[in-house]
């Protein structure tokens, strides 16, 4: 045997060398600068992409989807004058399917009033109780999820495209920082099932990328349509962590987190999962 | 209670026509406790009627095994211009009713 052939970088000069090192290390601080800016799942893919094809089948169907049934609802309350006003929503904004057209894309917002992010329900109770001067609705109610249900419907396979801006930073980086932080007795962060681990197997479920885009949803589950608010309850409720109120501060960031990430996905509202 | 029943508005005489109804209901099986370890008493829509111009074309009772927010689909013939009504009630006494056109042409 004539022994080991020589490495074959020996043989070239040594600025060569140097510079077979540097490209990994300029590459790795690449990376590094990379991965501090906020990420989006790649490709933006649906929760309906994760889930069984006879739901998606009853998503599609507009009148098997039983979010419809708020839909129905939804349009009746748009009429009804409600309060001291005695004005309906109609009374301002008219035909829905026309003046709230792909408002709910861009949801949630700063609202100019308080200058505070207000989510498309808030909207709705701000509105009720300003404007309308009736009986606040409560997070939940059948008539909640059913005009907000309503609304967002008219921006069905609008994309979702919120923008972040000066306004709007602050929340956005606070609803950041809530998606990767480890909490409850699991020690799980969200980003630890929905941003690592997207489309794997826990149990019999398939892990989806968790996007609010088809909100207020039809869960199989809950045998009722439920807002974003009361996924996020639910998740948190699975990690064992503490569940924060409906209408946190918190989970309003959470929200406009999430609208970012799912920025370009079609709205689904009403959506069915399991 | 909130429905929404889907037929098609016209049809020939003698087709088979699809028949659709949905009812917002909880169908509370019986089963459940509430938050403070009361049980939650049975509540589900019972029995539903659907009448073609007045005479009985579909009857379903249910139970505690169907789902809340009842989705039921069958077929009939048209056979005269007129109305489906529909009738339910449920175990808490609450009644319901709901009626379509039809219009039946040839």
Redesign the interface.
Known sequence: MSGFARPALCVFPAGVHLRLFAVPLLLAFALAAFAAEPQRPFPSRSGSDFTSADIRALQADD??N?G???I??GEKLWQEPAGDSRLSCASCHGDAKSSMRGVATRYPLIDPATARLINLEGRILQCRERRQQATALTYES?DLLALTALVAMQSRGMPVGVTIDWQNRRNFEAGRAMYSRRVGQMNLACAHCHEANWGKRVGAEIISQGHGNAYPLYR?EW??LGSLQRRFRSCLSGVRAEMLPYGAPDYHDLELYLAWRANGLPVETPGVRR | MNVRVQLPRTAKHGEVIEVRIAIQHPMETGFRYDQMGKPISKNVINSLVCRYNGVEIFRAEMGSGISANPFLQFYTMADASGALEFFWGDDAGDQGSERALITVAG
């Open positions: 009148f098997a039983p419809m049934l708020w129905t609802r059948d199989l045998q009722t």
